[in-house]
């Protein structure tokens, strides 16, 4: 069936540098994307979402791309912290009400 | 401001037992979900209510049911725990698909 897919199961960054996270999705009637963090033990955060209509988001230090034609989603993260060594999931809506996850992506930061 | 709050964070169950997984928001979101979490398998959707007095069945719903007692609460309960519903589970409440909000998670062990 369609689902959301990660490209990395996981990613090792040097702190301050710039962290870019890929999700490959399939369904094309999806009109709705969200990226979450997800930490040890807790339950997943919002970071930021994005609509079919945009290609390009921007939040604090995090910024979202949307290429429609390949169906690809990623999450920049702009010099990543130590408090961003989290797990990271897209999620997209393939109907009203229900989201679909993406198994993750493990990044953990170097100091 | 609580959020999603989930009872129990942990349990450990015997095969064959039954037990209810709590979940409460006091956001005022319309719709709620029950999703598991298992090791490289992301979040997949049990069930959910997009709204009081509604359930529906999500991607893996055998061996669970659902009850949206009011617009706040939606229960979980495994009636003959197994083995295979070992897992970490997520209450999360929304309005609409938007902005999902999680609890914190219920680990759950069946042995």
């Known amino acids: 069936g369609e689902s959301v897919g990660l490209h990395l199961p996981t990613l090792s960054v040097q702190e301050g540098d710039n962290s870019i996270i890929n999700c490959a999705y399939s369904?094309?009637?999806?009109?709705?994307f969200i990226w979450y963090k997800q930490e040890s033990g807790k339950g997943p955060q919002f970071i930021i979402d994005i609509r079919s209509n945009m290609d390009k988001r921007q939040g604090q230090r995090v910024t979202v791309l949307l290429n429609k034609t390949v169906k690809h989603l990623s999450l920049q993260i702009a010099a990543t912290q130590p408090g961003d060594s989290a797990v990271y999931f897209c999620?997209?809506?393939?109907?009203?009400?229900?989201?679909?996850f993406g198994a993750g992506t493990t990044v953990t930061v170097r100091a | 401001n609580a959020g999603v709050t989930q009872t129990p964070k942990f349990q450990v169950l015997k095969t064959g037992q039954s037990m209810t997984l709590q979940c409460a928001q006091d956001?005022?979101?319309?719709?709620m979900y029950w999703y598991r979490q298992d090791p490289g398998m992301g979040l997949r959707l049990i069930y959910y209510?997009?709204?009081?007095?509604?359930?529906d069945k999500g991607e893996v719903p055998n061996g669970y049911n659902v009850s949206r007692l009011n617009k706040r609460e939606f229960s979980l309960r495994l009636e003959s725990a197994a083995p295979s519903q070992t897992s970490v589970y997520f209450c999360a409440s929304s309005e609409a698909t938007y902005g999902y909000t999680f609890g914190s998670g219920t680990r759950l062990t069946v042995v």
């Open positions: 209510s997009a709204s009081e007095g509604t359930t």
């Open positions: 956001m005022n979101h319309n719709s």
């Open positions: 999620a997209e809506n393939p109907d009203d009400y229900k989201l679909s």
């Open positions: 369904n094309s009637a999806s009109d709705y």
